[in-house]
């Protein structure tokens, strides 16, 4: 069996001066997302001829993702910098606090007379302990 090398993957050179820029500049950016500067970083070094071993322990990250950035931006350039559309999880698959501990969506917790006169006293009593404590002097 033979060894297998990664492929090497380079940036393709920017579309014209604008677009190198735009990169250039964020990758020299300090108020932008932290990702986005992170993988102009990426490019410019790539532009600079650097492999992506090199970029990689100088940006602290795997080579592989190295080159999937690149080639993410090869072929979709300057939008390929962002996460894609859909990437994490969806928001309605998550549970809350509340769900998680009594099983029920938070619209049904507190709809009985009942329940909510508990929640209001135990807002209640909760606010009475915390101006408590802020009354008290301070111990070691």
Do not use: Y
């Not at 380079?10 to 677009?19: N, Q, T």
């Not at 932008?32 to 001829?49: E, F, K, L, N, Y």
């Amino acid at each position: 069996m033979g060894w297998v090398l990664p492929k090497v993957v380079v940036a393709r050179p920017a579309r014209d001066v604008l677009e190198e820029r735009k990169i250039r500049k964020l990758a020299g950016a300090r108020h932008a997302p932290g990702d986005w500067i992170r993988r102009a970083r990426m490019i410019t070094a790539s532009w600079d001829g650097k492999s992506t071993a090199v970029i990689a322990d100088e940006l602290g990250c795997h080579p592989q993702t190295v080159r999937e950035r690149l080639h993410r931006f090869n072929t979709h350039g300057l939008e390929g910098l962002g996460d894609r559309s859909g990437s994490g999880r969806i928001g309605s698959g998550k549970l809350t606090g509340n769900r998680r501990s009594t099983g029920r969506e938070p619209s049904d917790i507190g709809s009985s007379p009942d329940e909510r006169c508990n929640n209001r006293t135990h807002r209640a009593s909760r606010h009475r302990f915390r101006r408590r404590a802020a009354s008290r002097p301070r111990t070691r």
